[in-house]
RNA sequence: GGCCCUGUCGUCUAGCGGUACAAGGACGCCACCCUUUCAAGGUGGAGGUCGCGGGUUCGAAUCCCGCCAGGGUCACCA
């Protein structure tokens, strides 16, 4: 049997983080057996579907490389399939009408709670008769179908992760199948629908594992066989929590805009839940292909830790070419306004080099426009309380003298440092004495890439500029006239 | 509250009854080295009574039972 597994987000939110990992998880595992990785969008909530949700997830799919072989599958586009296999349920008895409204239920809701009874539907409309239908019906009552709940059913699946899972029918009520505008409910369409797709494993969060007996008793009233079912746990935040919106970083969009690179992300997210048999760490694409099992699949909820996806983004940026470091950063300057919308090619070639002494120094590509800003600024400003360090008269003429020789020189890196090296040994001082106080003419921070590179890529007037002017607010701030 | 899932260093995890597991790796943390700053890199270190309590066994993180803790779920949402 061939596998076959989807992928079936809702398009009422941005894709959560959680989400994108098990797509990625569906998406290695179809990978892995040569199978098929279905998308279907499980659009059924008239209400809060949204056409730029189901276009974010569908970019965001792209963005991250787990693309579809099959789909997207609209079910807002399969109504009429639905619509049969309810007629069928109905037909043979084991669904019917049910003409509770809303206010009706919450109060029966309520009333349970309050005498501590479980929450359960209580047949009100099971045996209704034709004439309290009609009746109902000329109140204008729009009903919804039931699936009718068979009593004293055991039912049990063996999770694909988690091992043999039971329940009992008793903890079930005759459940909504089919809404009051004909829309079908989750657990009815995706019953349906992955039978009908023919999809063999469902591997999704563990959130629907509360589901599975009323997709099984759906299974069941069809004499269908299920698929093989695997739970995926939960991803957690650091207060052990569901990870939420509160917390900054849940929607893949947001790492996306923070300089993620999708391959990072992609390793970090695979071992939050999973892991090879030889424990590595980092697992480009191809390896986690190869390695991808279902028995790898870890059983506890794991703790989002956002210091290790800086580190493997870390990993996977040093490993990118120059050129391609360039051009995954140049979208963070433009946002960041460093560079026009329609950036030149000599453009891109002239920061190129500056750049380059940033790729082992950043964690996310939005690190960059952030540390480096001096460069791309024409101004930057001194912070008289850093100057003051070093407002030592014989300072400013030491400047002032060695300004001369950079003058002079040849401008590449190595030079600049033999000139300030043996500038330094001639006044016998340290060349880091004259270095700090450079640096920070040069880019107003502390620190810097090694500040020889950093003033070749400043090229020479500019770096000259900046210390003539650094040096004469050093000295206005010794002698303020 | 009912039902269900989970429980190894701060975090992700290896481990599946016994060969150095008196628990290994990675991130993070600390120290030192390197050094022009910060990173990076190198070296080393701290950090776990394997949730707790009972069993089973010659032997348990590994098997069984109970407890506790955390989480998920109880919609005409998915």
Known sequence: MSVRVRFAPSPTGRLHIGSARTALFNWLFARHEKGAFVLRIEDTDRE???????????????????????????????????????RSLLDSGKAYYCYCSPAELTLKKEKAILEKQPVKYDGTCR?????????????GRKPVLRFLCPENVKLSVEDAVRGKVDFSS?????????????????????????????ISHVLRGEEHLSNTPRQLLLYRAFDWIPPIFGHLSIIL??????????????????????????????????????????NKEKLPLEDMIQRFALNGIIKSPAIFDFKKLEWMNSQYIRELTPEQFTE??????????????????????????????????????????????????????????????????ELIFLFEELLGKIRNSSFRSEDLEKAVREFADLK???????????????????????????????GKEKAILRIEKGVLTLKRLMNPA
Request: negative net charge; glycine residues 4%.
């Open 48 to 86: 809060r579907s949204r056409k730029e949700y189901l276009d974010t997830i569908l970019s965001d799919l792209v963005w991250l490389g787990l693309t579809w072989d099959e789909g997207p599958y609209y079910q807002s586009l399969r109504l009429s399939l639905y619509q049969e296999f309810a």
């Open 170 to 198: 008793e903890v079930l009520d005759d459940f909504v199948i089919v809404k009051s505008d004909g829309f079908p409910v989750y657990n009815f369409a995706c019953v349906i629908d992955d039978h009908d797709l023919k």
């Open 237 to 278: 935040d650091e207060n052990r929590k569901k990870l939420s919106k509160r917390e900054g970083s849940t929607f893949l969009d947001e790492f996306r805009e923070a300089g993620f690179l999708p391959e990072a992300l992609l390793n970090f997210l695979a071992l939050l839940g999973w892991a090879p048999k030889e």
């Open 428 to 458: 016998g001082i340290k060349a880091g004495d004259l270095i700090h106080p450079l640096r920070y003419f040069l880019t107003g921070q502390e620190n810097s890439p090694g500040i020889f590179d950093v003033m070749v890529s400043l």
């Open 328 to 393: 995954a950063v140049i979208p963070f300057l433009k946002k960041a306004g460093f560079l026009p919308e329609k950036e030149l090619k000599e453009e891109k070639n002239r920061i190129l080099p500056f750049i380059s002494l940033y790729q082992e120094r950043i964690k996310k590509l939005k690190d960059f426009p952030e540390q480096a800003r001096f460069f791309f600024l024409e101004e930057i400003d001194l912070d008289l309380s850093v100057l003051k360090k070093w407002d030592k008269p």
């Open 127 to 139: 045996m209704l008769s034709l004439k309290q239908k009609s009746a109902f019906e000329s109140e």
